[in-house]
C-alpha cells in the first residue's frame, strides 16, 4: 500500500492562502468521502482539522477548508497565520489490504 | 478534557518485545473503537491496528500482522500493544488515537506518543 502523495512544502505570507494536495488513487481518495487531515506542530501529538473530505471539528477554526476532486484531496488555510506553520498530513480509508493509509506529510512555512 | 497518556516506550534489542499502553480519561472509552499509528522521520505515518469498542474486532497492517496484538481493558480505560519479534523498521514513535465507533476512519483525539528504538 503505497502513501497518499503530498507536496514536501509549501509556503505563503501572512494573510494569503495556501492550498496543501493529497493524491491517492481510485481506492482510497477517489472511492470514499473517508479523507481526514491533520496538523502536527513539532514534538507535539497530531490535532484533527478536517474530516470526511470537508467537515470542521468542533473548535477548528472556519480559516481551514477542506475539498476532493477525483483521487487528489486538497485542505486550504486562509488568511494564513504564524500559528498555522506546522506539519499537515492527510489520511483516507482505503479498500486494500491495509485499511487507512496516509499521506506523506506537507512542512507549512509562514513567511 | 479527552486525554490519551500513550507509554511504555524505550529501546529494545532485535527480536526482543514490548507492550506499549495508552490510559484514557475524560470520554467514555467503551464507546469508542481505538487506534495505535506510528510515525518516523523517514517513512512518515503509518497507520498500525485499530480494535472495535468492545474488543471483539482487530485489523492490522501487513506490516505487524502476526507479530503484535492490539487489545484494551474497557474496566481499566486502557489500550494495549503487545510488539514481539521487534525489528529495526519498528523504530518509530508511537500514538494512540481516538475514533468514534461509527466513524474509525476519523482519529479525532491523539496521544502524545511515547518512542520505540529498536537497537542492539
Known amino acids: 500500500q503505497s502513501a497518499l502523495i503530498q507536496p514536501a512544502s509549501v509556503s505563503g505570507s501572512p494573510g494569503q492562502s495556501i492550498t496543501i494536495s493529497c493524491t491517492g488513487t481510485?481506492?482510497?481518495?477517489?472511492?470514499?468521502?473517508?479523507v481526514s487531515w491533520y496538523q502536527q506542530h513539532p514534538g507535539k501529538a497530531p490535532k484533527l482539522m478536517i474530516y470526511?473530505?470537508?467537515d470542521r471539528p468542533s473548535g477548528v477554526s472556519n480559516r481551514f477548508s477542506g475539498s476532493k476532486s477525483g483521487n487528489t484531496a486538497s485542505l486550504t488555510i486562509s488568511g494564513l497565520q504564524a500559528e498555522d506553520e506546522a506539519d499537515y498530513f492527510c489520511?483516507?480509508?482505503?479498500?486494500?489490504?491495509?485499511?487507512?493509509?496516509f499521506g506523506t506529510g506537507t512542512r507549512v512555512s509562514v513567511l | 478534557q479527552v486525554q490519551l497518556v500513550d507509554s511504555g516506550g524505550g529501546v529494545v534489542q532485535p527480536g526482543r518485545s514490548l507492550r506499549l499502553s495508552c490510559a484514557a480519561s475524560?470520554?467514555?472509552?467503551?464507546?469508542?473503537?481505538m487506534h495505535w499509528v506510528r510515525q518516523t522521520p523517514g517513512k512518515g505515518v503509518e497507520w498500525v491496528a485499530v480494535i472495535s469498542y468492545d474488543g471483539r474486532y482487530k485489523y492490522y497492517a501487513n506490516s505487524v500482522k502476526g507479530r503484535f496484538t492490539v487489545s484494551r481493558d474497557n474496566s481499566e480505560n486502557t489500550l494495549y500493544l503487545q510488539m514481539d519479534s521487534l525489528g529495526a523498521d519498528d523504530t518509530a514513535m508511537y500514538y494512540c488515537a481516538r475514533a468514534p465507533s461509527s466513524a474509525w476512519h476519523n482519529f479525532d483525539y491523539w496521544g502524545q506518543g511515547t518512542p520505540v528504538t529498536v537497537s542492539s
Open positions: 481510485s481506492s482510497d481518495v477517489g472511492g470514499y468521502n473517508f
Open positions: 489520511c483516507s480509508y482505503s479498500s486494500s489490504s491495509t485499511p487507512y493509509v
Open positions: 470526511d473530505v470537508s
Open positions: 475524560g470520554f467514555i472509552f467503551s464507546d469508542y473503537s
